[in-house]
């Protein structure tokens, strides 16, 4: 059993900066994928970005370029550093482990 929580969602202007972070209860060292996933109201949850324990990464084209994985492996997270936020990224954010465990969500809001 894995725990995932997940802070740092809040209310931004459009063009402003957020960072999600995702604490594992186990060593993120254990799990080859782990990942953020968004749910908008009304749609389907989607995959924005992967983590991949050779250390790759991959990214929705709808935020490619704007934002950045990283993780720190004695804290166990997992971090999603958004740029540049536009109103359509508002949603649901939820950290993933091995397409198995979710965190329980944090709100990320980009309005004015």
């Known amino acids: 059993q894995v725990q995932l929580v997940e802070s740092g969602g809040g209310l931004v202007q459009p063009g402003g900066s957020l960072t999600l972070s995702c604490n594992a209860s186990?060593?993120?060292?254990?799990?080859?994928?782990m990942g953020w996933f968004r749910q908008a109201p009304g749609k389907e949850r989607e995959l924005v970005a992967s983590?991949?324990?050779?250390?790759?990464?991959s990214y929705a084209d709808s935020v490619k370029g704007r934002f950045t994985l990283s993780r720190d492996t004695v804290k166990n997270t997992l971090n999603l550093e958004m740029n540049s936020l536009k109103p359509e990224d508002t949603a649901v954010y939820y950290c993933n482990w091995g397409h198995q465990y979710w965190g329980q969500g944090t709100q990320v809001t980009v309005g004015s």
């Open positions: 186990r060593s993120i060292l254990l799990v080859y994928f």
């Open positions: 983590f991949f324990n050779t250390g790759s990464t």
